[in-house]
């Protein structure tokens, strides 16, 4: 969860780039500035060079995302087909329409950024977790048929958001749906492109012991795993594990699964 992120952008410009703190940047930062954000959002997308990289999923530009929209494009979703920009973890969907908006200027449409949060259903996150609430929906196919979704069983994004907004709405009398989460966490292993996964016991600060270590090697030999790397996180990450000996590698270990980066929800 954040708070005003408009200036997100901007930060991380002024800590890659060393900058020291001066009136200017105290101003943009604690400064009068518009409501909401709104004019720190503009500020900060206006003074990004055209090289910076927006999405850092598919190393899209701004200079690409500004091209696309000279070009015609002209919302979130024609930007993500034409340049793969917030096609990933979405991270970067509001610098995105910061910046369609900043490019439009009097023509931007602010209706038209409305969507679903999948092709299902037309109804955002929050007109969903309104109906849950208001009328008392406890489970994840009740709330699709209530709410008229397109595929009455969901989709491998809906159907985990869905039971998210449950689990948060109902925490004491919601029963977790395992077959409504997402592929990584009802398998414990991370899906990689090729559709294999990759497995990462934990390791608290990379703390491990010898007895681990031999254990961590024969299940790399016995499943034939194609790499095994040290992760950012100071753990070891067995990469090429085909999905049906998902089961029996955890089978093999008491330790909990861990994940390489921090998994973001981003319904």
């Known amino acids: 969860m954040f708070g005003d992120a408009a200036l997100a952008q901007q930060m991380t410009k002024w800590v890659r780039t060393n900058a020291v703190m001066n009136d200017e940047i105290h101003g943009e930062l604690f400064g009068g500035g518009g409501c909401c954000g709104q004019e720190k959002s503009m500020l ?39 340049t793969g920009a917030t096609r990933s973890c979405g991270g970067c969907k509001p610098v995105v329409e910061q910046i369609l908006q900043f490019v439009l200027g009097d023509n931007y449409d602010g209706s038209a950024k409305k969507e679903g949060i999948c ?91 010898p007895d681990e270590l031999r254990k961590i090697a024969e299940v790399a030999d016995k499943y034939q795993v194609k790499m095994v790397k040290l992760t950012g996180g100071q753990r070891i990450d067995l990469l090429g594990v085909d999905k049906e000996d998902l089961p029996k590698i955890w089978g093999n270990w008491i330790c909990p699964q861990a994940t390489a980066t921090p998994k973001r929800f981003v319904p």
């Open 44 to 82: 900060s997308v206006a003074s990004m060079d055209d090289g910076e990289i927006v999405c850092g999923c598919n190393g899209v530009t701004k200079g690409a995302i500004v091209s696309c929209i000279q070009d015609g494009c002209t919302t979130v979703d024609a930007i993500k087909m034409s």
């Open 119 to 209: 092709g299902c259903t037309v109804l955002g996150r929050d007109e969903i977790v309104a109906a849950i609430r208001d009328m008392r929906l406890t489970h994840v196919l009740e709330v699709m048929h209530v709410l008229n979704w397109k595929n009455p069983e969901g989709r491998s994004k809906c159907r985990p958001a869905i039971n998210y907004y449950l689990g948060m709405l109902w925490p004491s009398g919601h029963e977790d749906e395992p077959e409504s989460r997402f592929v990584n966490e009802r398998l414990h292993a991370n899906i990689q492109k090729d559709g294999t996964f990759s497995v990462i016991p934990r390791m608290y600060g990379g703390v491990t012991s």
